[in-house]
């Protein structure tokens, strides 16, 4: 049993590296841009060192003679991972096991359908797989040992071209790994009141601001906040709903966070019944005495 | 220009599904059936565009059991212009789908294959961009805006960090996303209206197993709801006896 794990950039590496030990199975990490991660216990990190990743059609095509020489290839479920991944499977003809929130043994994995609904108990009849997961199942891993590095330049070939593209703002962790998270509603009214309230409670907090999808529907919060069965699933130690009534959809991309709490001026909003702590109260009070009196 | 939209009949996404007490599979009695919702975006995406430019021809295909047909002729109510029917039983995995589907593209050379990225019942998000690696063609995923222009696609896609725009040639698969459209309402007399527009049935081409086989279907842990504090000095005191505040 050889395991590789695609690593997008060094941060990915950290979550692959992640699944890579709970796996008890030797890895190799391939690591796309970014500083190769030698502390994290990787045989070998194979480094593209690449400006910027490529479109899917160029990536599954200069992978596939790397992947095929493995009898695992892991990713994180990312969007990333979830464009690139099934198409180097599809090359490759092998079988692909999506969203994988736990190992039972190298051939039986367990991972949810019907957002989050059911879990399955699921079983590869074919020796080679492509896997991705979920990076809440999967502890933080321990820092090991020194890899070597390998520095690969694999053919290019492909014709999606890029136009443009948004990058990450930076400043805050990204949500689908942050620790804490701090998501709004629509009641945050507009961007502004949105970004001061709850960004400024997430950076008090050191944590990722997150959405509903009524919040980015409204504008009000960028498409890439949105949490919930069809934007991010996340699961922090620390879940904050500000102004969040509780749709199902939200709550399947939140219920495996550790705490949840809610702040809701309608005590009889149904995230009431799933959060640890509630707080029946006005937003635009709760919010600033609760920032202010953690930045002390 | 020929559009293929991929649709499958799932679960209404919108049941509360609970799996049977010995773990063998779901219980969906009662349970009503649909278009997958991102599927039923790629029709009314596929219709939009012949609005726009109407020698677009829409063909939908589904794979599946008889009832499969309840769905395509929504499709067509919609505005599709002829469907194709793969029916089978046979339990089925994306990568078989994908081959079935290679085998529908292959007889119907379409320009662009636009279809959901994902199916809500398994959420596997896989089937689109097999089928785009085993035709060797370029692929966008999660489409938020799709323009056709000079022999080309320019796609607007969600990223992990905002969103993109990709130029990709024609042919090519697309699959949706949420916020691409929102899909119109067909009353039923629509529907009803739509019978005469042809829908052929074919048979499946290929006699692949399904490599990945449920073994068990369980709910997951529940939630219950906890305390409420009055102020958020106690709610402060709470998440710091509990080690979630510093």
């Given at each position: 049993m050889?395991?590789l794990?695609?690593?997008f ?7 692959c590296?992640?699944?890579g030990?709970?796996?008890n199975?030797?890895?190799d990490i391939?690591?796309?841009?970014g500083l190769p991660a ?5 045989g ?5 060192d690449?400006p910027s990743?490529p479109?899917?059609d ?7 003679p ?6 695992r ?6 969007m ?6 099934p198409?180097?499977?599809?090359l ?11 190992i039972v043994?190298?051939?039986?994995f ?9 879990l ?7 020796p080679k797989?492509?896997?991705t997961f ?10 090991a ?6 520095s690969?330049?694999?053919?290019w ?6 136009l443009s593209?948004s990058?990450?703002?930076?400043g ?6 942050a620790?804490?998270v ?6 945050l009214k507009d961007a ?17 601001v ?6 980015v529907?409204s504008?009000i919060?960028?498409?890439e906040?949105?949490?919930g069965?069809?934007?991010k699933?996340?699961a922090?130690?620390?879940?904050i709903?500000?102004?969040i009534s509780g749709?199902?959809?939200h ?7 550790k ?7 309608d005590?009889d909003?149904p995230?009431?019944d ?9 937003l635009f009070?709760?919010l600033?005495?609760?920032t202010?009196?953690?930045q002390? | 220009?020929k ?9 209404d996404?919108?049941?509360k599904?609970?799996p049977?007490d010995d ?16 599927d ?6 596929a219709?939009?565009q012949?609005e726009k430019n109407?020698?677009?021809?829409i ?12 769905q ?5 109510a919609?505005g599709?212009d002829e469907?194709?029917h793969?029916?089978?039983?046979d ?9 079935e ?9 379409p320009?662009v294959?636009?279809l ?10 896989q089937?689109?961009?097999?089928l785009?690696a085993?035709?060797e ?10 323009e056709?222009n ?5 796609v607007t ?11 990709i040639p024609?042919?090519?698969v697309i699959?949706t996303d949420?916020?691409l459209?929102?899909?119109?309402f067909?009353p ?5 209206k739509?019978?005469s ?5 074919l ?5 692949d197993q ?7 279907y369980?709910a997951?842990?529940t ?5 409420k ?5 106690e709610?402060?005191?709470?998440l ?7």
């Open positions: 050889n395991l794990l695609i690593a950039d060094s941060e990915d590496a950290v979550t590296a992640a699944f030990q709970s796996s199975h030797p890895f391939l690591q796309l841009t030698t502390n994290l216990g990787a070998k990190v194979i480094s593209l690449l990743l479109p899917a160029y990536f599954a095509a200069a992978l596939k790397i992947a095929e020489s493995y009898d290839v892991a990713a994180v479920s990312s990333r991972g979830k464009d690139a991944l198409r180097l499977a599809g490759l003809d092998w079988p692909m096991i999506s969203d994988i929130t736990e043994d190298e051939k039986t367990i991972r949810p359908i019907l957002a989050g609904s059911i399955t108990k699921v079983q590869l009849n074919h797989a492509f896997l979920r990076p809440a199942g999967f502890p933080a891993p321990n820092l040992g020194e890899s070597s590095v390998e690969v330049s694999p053919g070939k492909g014709t999606s071209k890029r593209e990058l990450s703002e930076g805050r962790p990204d949500l689908a790994t620790k804490v701090v998501s709004g509603g629509r009641p502004e009141t949105f970004e001061n309230l709850v960004g400024g409670l997430a950076d008090a907090l050191g944590g990722a997150g959405a509903t999808r009524a919040a529907d504008g919060a960028a498409n906040l949105q949490v069965q069809t934007g699933i996340v922090p130690d620390l879940y709903a500000a102004g749709s199902t959809q709550m399947a991309g939140i219920k495996d966070s705490i949840i709490v809610a702040i809701n001026i005590g909003a995230i009431f799933i959060a640890d702590y509630g707080l029946v109260a006005d009070d709760a600033p005495e609760l202010q009196k953690l002390k | 220009m559009i293929l939209v991929p649709i499958k009949r799932v679960i996404p919108y049941a599904v609970k049977l773990g063998t599979g779901l219980n969906l009695s009662g349970v009503k059936f649909e278009i997958n919702p991102f039923e975006i790629a029709v009314e995406e219709v939009r012949k109407p020698e677009i021809q063909i939908v295909v589904s794979i599946g059991g008889p009832e499969s047909e309840e395509l002729r929504k499709a067509l919609m599709a469907a194709l793969v029916e089978t039983t339990q089925l995995d994306p990568s078989i789908v994908a081959k589907l290679t085998a529908v593209v292959k007889e119907q050379n320009t294959i636009l959901g990225k994902q199916a809500t019942d398994n959420d596997n998000n089937t689109a961009q097999m785009a085993q035709l063609w370029p692929q966008a995923t999660f489409a938020s805006k799709i056709f000079d022999g080309k696609a320019n896609r969600e990223t992990d960090t905002g969103e993109e725009v990709l130029a024609l042919p090519c699959t949420l916020r459209n929102e899909p119109r067909i039923l007399p629509g529907i009803i739509a019978r527009k042809p829908l052929t049935k048979e499946r081409q290929t006699s399904p490599r990945v086989e449920v073994l068990s369980t997951p842990p939630r219950s709801a906890g305390k504090v009055a102020t958020v000095d709610l402060i005191a709470e710091k006896s509990k080690g979630a505040l510093a």
